[in-house]
């Protein structure tokens, strides 16, 4: 059992929660994951670790309510237990010196791409950060962002924050400028990680990306994660869960991802129906 420490609420949908757990903290590093399982009869999800405390002996989630099992996640409070939480999983993120590293975030990405760019900044690169939603209101971890980067640039869909237009622009802009970029790093919705892949492709840019399959016991035996990079398997919960954004088979991920939509679907609208939660 893993105690919530506490909760905090970043925007709309969007939930911070803070977790009892020494040995992953004492392990975890950026780009790895946990997969929780809420209870026994929940549904084991893959959730970012989005930052640690080795000292405390916890770890950081953040998420947004897109189903059943993170609307559950999201009614616990401080004091509450989960039930299992395995972790750490994944290859860590591989940093090294570039340069320069644009690390690319859409949406709740931003919570992955936080411990990331604080890992390419300490490997010694000049770290820009991009973030971006779809207005003001749902852009978070700005503070925290502007202190892991050395440049911070933000975007918002209706233009009511930073930018107007999407995370892939503003890397247009950056690459139409002839800043220096020796790797790309994207965190986000898939189509946003397809577009800056196309875009880097085009400029011959180093372009790392971190999936999110469909994923059930994350261990590498049961091959629901299964991507398919530069024409071969490989299951993003030990081989990855980053790749080579040029290698991606992107359409094939999409349809995968789509495949339980539907009974997504229908299972929150039961549970909501059933709790009588809030919308």
């Not at 644009?102 to 890992?119: S, T």
């Amino acid at each position: 059992m893993f105690k919530i420490l506490s909760k905090q609420i970043l925007a709309k949908g969007i939930t911070r929660l803070e977790i009892l757990a020494p040995e992953i903290a004492a392990r975890a590093r950026a780009g790895q994951f946990v997969v929780v399982r809420i209870n026994e009869t929940g549904e084991r999800i893959p959730l970012t670790i989005a930052g640690q405390n080795a000292a405390a002996g916890s770890i950081s989630v953040i998420f947004l309510e897109i189903g059943k099992t993170t609307a559950q996640l999201a009614s616990l409070s401080p004091g509450d237990f989960i039930l299992d939480l395995l972790g750490p999983l994944g290859r860590p993120t591989e940093t090294g010196k570039h340069g320069a590293a644009v690390i690319v975030a859409g949406g709740v990405g931003a919570a992955e791409a936080l411990p990331v760019a604080k890992a390419f900044r300490n490997a010694g690169n000049a770290v820009v950060g991009i973030i971006g939603a779809r207005n003001k209101d749902m852009v978070i971890l700005e503070k925290e962002m502007r202190s892991a980067v050395n440049r911070l640039f933000i975007t918002t869909d209706d233009g009511s924050y930073g930018m107007k237009g999407f995370v892939s622009d503003m890397l247009k802009e950056l690459i139409e400028k002839k800043e220096e970029i020796g790797i790309v790093y994207a965190i986000g919705p898939v189509p946003m990680m397809k577009a800056v892949s196309a875009l880097t492709k085009q400029h011959s840019i180093k372009t790392i990306v971190s999936l999110n399959p469909l994923m059930l016991d994350a261990t590498g035996m049961c091959g629901v994660c299964r991507v398919t990079i530069a024409g071969k398997t490989r299951f993003a919960c030990v081989d990855g869960p980053e790749f080579d954004a040029h290698e991606v088979n992107w359409d094939e991920l999409i349809n995968r991802l789509a495949t339980f939509k539907n009974e997504e679907k229908l299972s929150l609208e039961k549970y909501k129906a059933e709790c009588k939660c809030p919308e």
